[in-house]
């Protein structure tokens, strides 16, 4: 899994010039690009497999399915199960 300390070793840098070029660029902390990205990946499973919670926090790098949920709900308001409820039944 990807951090943002490896993130500015590949690119050569040191993690707070990283962060302050990051944050130039793109109007965002790498830190919450990287957890939007881990988010829109957990919604990707949620929608396209039936993992368990636990397994999906995991993979996408939030390790615990409690770090999972409190970023899920604080990006998209709901929770994972709510979310994965939802689309199944949009589908």
Same mark, same amino acid.
Do not use: C, K
């Given at each position: 899994?990807?951090?943002?300390r490896?993130?500015?070793?590949? /690119?050569?840098?040191? #993690?707070?010039?990283?962060?302050?070029?990051? @944050?130039?660029?793109?109007?965002?902390?790498? !830190? &919450?690009?990287?957890?939007?990205?881990?988010?829109?990946?957990?919604?990707?499973?949620?929608? /396209?497999?039936?993992? #368990?919670?636990?397994v999906?926090?995991?993979? @996408?790098?939030?390790?615990?399915?409690?770090? !999972? &949920?409190?970023?899920?709900?604080?990006?998209t308001?709901?929770?994972?199960?709510?979310?994965?409820?939802?689309?199944?039944?949009?589908?």
């Amino acid at each position: 899994l990807v951090t943002v300390r490896q993130l500015a070793r590949l /690119a050569a840098m040191s #993690p707070r010039t990283f962060a302050r070029r990051f @944050v130039e660029a793109t109007g965002t902390t790498p !830190l &919450r690009w990287l957890n939007h990205q881990r988010i829109l990946r957990a919604q990707d499973l949620l929608q /396209a497999t039936t993992l #368990p919670v636990e397994v999906i926090a995991s993979r @996408v790098g939030f390790g615990t399915a409690v770090n !999972l &949920r409190q970023h899920f709900r604080r990006e998209t308001s709901m929770t994972p199960a709510a979310y994965r409820q939802q689309v199944r039944q949009l589908t």
